[in-house]
């Protein structure tokens, strides 16, 4: 983070809600959004406050007054930091299934795709199983300003056992889409070799999926069911050295792993066997063993609950209640796909599953921002404050009396850019 010298920190201001000096340049920053109720990530400040953003970076958060070449009244709404949406899976599997088709994906749409959750204030995704070319390709043009799109972070293909989910699931009649959508490992040494070599590809994080169809001694089985597709698949969860092996290669290339579980026993061992983050958690079972809730925290482990696509199971909202009593850490993500809904509302919607699962539209809201910055490392977002990435949203309602008020959308501004106004 670029320092301010002691000339341009004006120590006046205080934050009205911890009584912590707010610093800021009193000369004119680019970009001003005035009076603004503030959300900064963690909790409501209390007052209005105006925001300055110089390039792609917040510079000023100020009870006082301040001037920038470009103003925006926000007339007592509120500011909140860019949802970021930890879990989502970008290209169609059901359009996809040879390179042509890829082709007029990524020209036909791709580019509206990526507007939609523009559109609804998701300005940072994270694909968590997509096609490794593709998906990269996606994120550098993003990067490099050529494709218009959230800030977007991958795992390239999900790592899973010799026939497991999803090759032998999603994929079961696409052979050309699942080579390249579900990398399939069927021991120690080759999972190890796909990790680095994801690695070398400039990976955000590793992607495995817990339950694959390997053997696993006394492991009990389940079926998965997803209502997108045909058909019931017993699967079972892969050997735990292989397990391991993943997530000790990711972690020697200094990347973190999330884990796809749905039953206790395989989070249990995805936790103890090093993992950083559960997706889906335990959604298939009620959470009873409430030692793996010391464990997750004791771990430090996020739990991304992806209500959106698991609250058909009759136990997802009470294990979700469970898991945030328990102080565990939470991420936001929507296991958004396509053929169903609209990406970018979708995620909306699983901030309102949340809040309707029991928790407050302050912890969802924080599970969507600063928590989900955290679990994709990138301490840069999630938060309105002095060094942090200028990705804010401007509301006509308070987000954290409800949560639909995330609905309310009047400006989404990426890396400091106005990207959408709908005054």
């Known amino acids: 983070m670029p320092q301010q010298s002691e000339a341009t920190v004006n120590p006046g201001p205080r934050d009205r809600?911890?009584?912590?000096?707010v610093t800021h340049d009193p000369a004119t920053h680019d970009l001003v959004i005035r009076r603004a109720h503030v959300f900064d990530g963690h909790r409501a400040l209390d007052g209005l406050y105006d925001i300055g953003v110089d390039g792609t970076e917040i510079t000023a958060v100020s009870a006082e007054p301040l001037r920038g070449g470009t103003e925006?009244?926000?007339?007592?709404?509120?500011?909140?930091?860019?949802?970021?949406?930890?879990?989502?899976?970008?290209?169609?599997?059901?359009?996809?299934?040879?390179?042509?088709?890829m082709r007029v994906f990524e020209e036909r749409d791709r580019p509206g795709r990526l507007g939609l959750f523009l559109d609804h204030g998701v300005t940072t995704v994270k694909s968590v199983g997509d096609p490794t070319d593709g998906i990269l390709d996606t994120r550098d043009r993003i990067a490099a300003g050529t494709l218009r799109g959230p800030r977007l972070l991958a795992t390239g293909a999900g790592i899973t056992g010799r026939e497991g989910h999803p090759a032998a699931t999603v994929f079961k009649g696409n052979p050309w889409a699942r080579a390249r959508w579900a990398a399939e490992v069927d021991g120690v040494r080759h999972i190890r070799d796909v990790v680095?070599?994801?690695?070398d590809r400039r990976v955000d994080a590793i992607k495995l999926l817990s339950e694959g169809a390997c053997a696993h001694s006394g492991g009990p089985a389940y079926l998965w069911r997803n209502p997108a597709f045909p058909d019931a698949v017993e699967l079972e969860r892969l050997p735990l050295d292989v397990l391991r092996a993943?997530?000790?290669a990711a972690h020697e290339r200094g990347l973190r792993v999330t884990v796809h579980t749905a039953q206790q026993a395989a989070a249990r061992e995805a936790v103890e066997a090093g993992a950083d983050g559960l997706e889906h958690g335990v959604t298939v079972e009620p959470l009873t063993d409430d030692s793996l809730l010391e464990l997750m925290r004791a771990h430090d482990v996020t739990y991304t609950p992806t209500l959106w696509v698991d609250d058909a199971h009759p136990d997802a909202r009470a294990n979700l209640r469970k898991v945030a009593e328990a102080g565990v850490r939470?991420?936001?993500?929507?296991?958004?796909?396509?053929g169903r809904g609209l990406f970018g509302a979708n995620t909306l919607e699983e901030a309102e599953l949340m809040v309707a699962a029991g928790l407050s539209p302050a912890q969802v809201l924080a599970a969507?921002?600063?928590g989900a910055a955290r679990a994709c490392v990138r301490p840069d977002l999630g938060a309105v404050a002095p060094g942090k990435r200028a990705d804010l949203l401007l509301l006509d309602a308070d987000p954290t009396a409800d949560i639909g008020a995330l609905r309310a959308l009047r400006m989404v501004f990426l890396d400091g850019g106005l990207t959408v106004d709908k005054r």
């Open 17 to 21: 809600a911890t009584h912590t000096p």
């Open 72 to 101: 925006v009244d926000a007339a007592g709404g509120w500011v909140v930091p860019g949802l970021i949406d930890t879990h989502v899976h970008f290209y169609d599997v059901h359009a996809v299934t040879d390179a042509d088709s």
């Open 196 to 199: 680095h070599r994801l690695a």
């Open 246 to 248: 993943g997530i000790e």
């Open 330 to 338: 939470l991420a936001l993500g929507s296991d958004t796909f396509s």
């Open 368 to 370: 969507g921002t600063s």
